[in-house]
C-alpha cells in the first residue's frame, strides 16, 4: 500500500462507478443526480469577461487584482451584511475544493492536532486532516467538542449533504466558543445564495460575529451560484492576520488565480440578474423533483437550502441507489458523507430540465 493511500480514504466515487453503469444502461439514458455540477450555461456578460482579459501573457498576482479585491469586499458587505471590509479581508482562491484539501497544511497543522467538521459533511474536510498529518475529528454540536488540540473548526451552512441552515444563534455561540478557546473558525458558505425555505447567514454577519473578524473566516465560491465550476472561482473573506499567513503561503506555492477567471469573477459578483435566473431554474427542478420523490415513497429531511434534496426511505443507501439505477437515475449514497447517512441518498437538481423530467415520469410509472 502506498503511503497516499494509507492515510486517505478510498475516494468515493469510484465505488459509485457500477450503478453509474447500470443506470446508463436505460433505454433513455441515465439521469443523473449525484453529482452538484452545473450543467446550464455561463452566463454570456462572464464568458464575454473571460474572453476580453485572455490576453494575459504576464503572472497573475496572488491576492488579485485591485478590480478584483473591490468586487470581493463591495459583494461582502452588501450580500453578507459585513461592514467594513477591506481588501486586507480577502483572498482569491483557486476554487473552494483546493482550499479545504490544503488549509490545514497552509496553516502548518500536523501531527498532535485536531480538525474538526460535522458528523454528515463534504468528505474533503477529512482529506484536508490527513493530507496534513492532523486528527480528523466530526461532532454534532461544536460547543461540546473538547478544545484539547483542537486547531480548526469547519462550519457548513448551508449544509452538503443535508441541506440544513444554522440559525444565526446557532452560529454566534459557536464564533463565541471558538473565540474562548482559540479554535480558528472556517464556515464553508458555497451554498449561500441557495436558501428556499429558510434564509441563510454568514459567520461575518455583525449578528454572528459582533462587528469583528477576529478568529473567523468565510469561504465562498461561484461554482453554483453563477455555473463557473469549470472557471475554479472562489474567496475567503474575514480574519485579515488569517489571510495574510494565508497569502505568504500561497506566494510561495504559486497557487493564484488565473487572470482571466480574476476579470470575470469580478463581472460575476457585479450582476444579480444572472443568479436570479439561475435560481429560478433550480427551484423548478426542485420542486419537481421532490414531489416524484416523496411520491414514490421518499421521506426529504432538512434540503432547506443548497442543490440537494437528503431523502430516505428507511431501508440502506446503497439498496436505494441500486433500485434507482435500475430505473437509470443516479443518487448519491448518504454514506459518503459519513456514517450517519448510511440509510439516506443525496438527490442533486442540476440536471437539466430535460433529465428532471425523465425522472419525473420514470419514478411515477
Not at 475516494?11 to 443526480?33: E, M, N, Q, T
Not at 434507482?324 to 443518487?331: D, K, N, P, S
Not at 430540465?353 to 415520469?361: C, L
Request: glycine share 8%.
Amino acid at each position: 500500500m502506498s503511503a497516499v493511500s494509507s492515510r486517505l480514504p478510498v475516494f468515493p466515487w469510484d465505488r459509485l462507478a457500477p450503478y453509474k453503469a447500470k443506470a446508463a444502461a436505460h433505454p433513455d439514458g441515465i439521469v443523473d443526480l449525484s453529482v452538484g455540477t452545473p450543467v446550464d450555461p455561463v452566463p454570456a456578460l462572464i464568458q464575454r469577461a473571460l474572453t476580453d482579459a485572455a490576453d494575459s501573457p504576464g503572472y497573475p498576482t496572488v491576492w488579485g487584482t485591485a478590480e478584483l479585491r473591490d468586487a470581493l469586499t463591495g459583494w461582502v458587505e452588501r450580500r453578507l451584511g459585513a461592514r467594513d471590509v477591506t481588501h486586507a479581508n480577502v483572498l482569491p482562491i483557486v476554487g473552494s475544493k483546493e482550499l479545504v484539501a490544503w488549509l490545514p497544511t497552509q496553516l502548518g497543522l500536523g501531527a498532535g492536532d485536531k480538525v474538526a467538521y460535522p458528523r454528515l459533511a463534504y468528505p474533503t474536510y477529512e482529506v484536508g486532516a490527513r493530507l496534513a498529518g492532523a486528527e480528523p475529528v466530526v461532532y454534532d454540536d461544536p460547543t461540546e467538542l473538547d478544545p484539547t488540540g483542537l486547531k480548526l473548526l469547519w462550519l457548513n451552512s448551508p449544509s452538503n449533504p443535508t441541506g440544513r441552515v444554522l440559525t444565526a444563534d446557532e452560529m454566534r455561540r459557536t464564533v463565541a466558543w471558538a473565540r474562548e478557546h482559540g479554535v480558528l473558525l472556517f464556515s464553508d458558505e458555497c451554498y449561500l445564495e441557495l436558501g428556499w425555505e429558510a434564509e441563510p447567514v454568514s459567520v461575518l454577519h455583525p449578528d454572528v460575529c459582533g462587528g469583528s473578524y477576529e478568529g473567523i473566516v468565510a469561504v465562498h465560491s461561484l461554482s453554483k451560484r453563477s455555473n463557473l465550476a469549470g472557471y475554479r472561482a472562489a474567496f475567503l473573506a474575514g480574519d485579515a492576520a488569517v489571510l495574510g499567513e494565508l497569502l505568504q503561503v500561497r506566494k510561495h506555492s504559486g497557487m493564484m488565480v488565473s487572470a482571466p477567471v480574476q476579470a470575470a469573477t469580478a463581472v460575476a459578483l457585479g450582476d444579480t440578474s444572472h443568479v436570479t435566473e439561475q435560481r429560478a431554474r433550480y427551484a423548478a427542478r426542485r420542486a419537481s423533483l421532490r414531489a416524484a420523490f416523496e411520491a414514490a415513497g421518499f421521506r426529504i429531511e432538512h434540503s432547506e437550502a443548497s442543490l440537494y434534496l437528503w431523502a430516505t426511505r428507511d431501508e440502506p443507501c446503497w439498496d436505494t441507489v441500486a433500485a434507482l439505477a435500475e430505473r437509470g437515475i443516479l443518487v448519491a449514497p448518504g454514506v459518503f458523507y459519513g456514517e450517519a447517512g448510511e440509510r439516506f441518498v443525496r438527490i442533486a437538481f442540476t440536471a437539466t430540465d430535460e433529465r428532471v423530467e425523465a425522472a419525473v415520469r420514470r419514478l411515477a410509472a
